[in-house]
């Protein structure tokens, strides 16, 4: 079923929205301050190319004070807009039936869109 599920999703939009987090997270690449942000948006960009069959899970604190750092940058210029996104794409899909599976999937994602150093997607 989510085989199915994310052929649909890159058809309708993942493709595009997952190559958009990718070349932002490549030009963020282009500084030395900005790598860390760039290589969370291009792993962003993978999971939302590919969301169905997948969970999302709180990472450990071990990661100290520069995660909570990079996630408020992270928020201040970047995740507030992502998540707004997922959430409107998450309400337009829900009001049909059929885009309810689709709607789950951009919920999902917001978590991660706001704070992607404490969040990550796994296999569920």
């Known amino acids: 079923m989510s085989l199915i599920g994310n052929i649909i999703w890159l058809i309708f939009g993942g493709f595009l929205a997952g190559l958009g987090y990718i070349l932002g997270g490549l030009v963020l690449c282009i500084t030395i301050i900005g790598i860390p942000l760039g290589i969370k948006a291009i792993r962003f960009?993978?999971?939302?190319?590919?969301p169905f069959g997948k969970s999302v899970e709180q990472t450990d604190g071990g990661d100290g004070c520069l995660s909570l750092v990079f996630n408020i940058i992270w928020l201040v210029l970047f995740g507030w807009e992502i998540a707004l996104a997922h959430i409107v794409f998450g309400i337009i899909f829900g009001i049909t039936i059929i885009g309810i599976p689709f709607a789950q999937q951009h919920f999902?994602?917001?978590p991660v869109a706001l704070f992607p150093f404490s969040y990550k997607l796994t296999r569920s």
């Open 45 to 50: 960009g993978f999971m939302v190319m590919l």
């Open 108 to 110: 999902k994602l917001v």
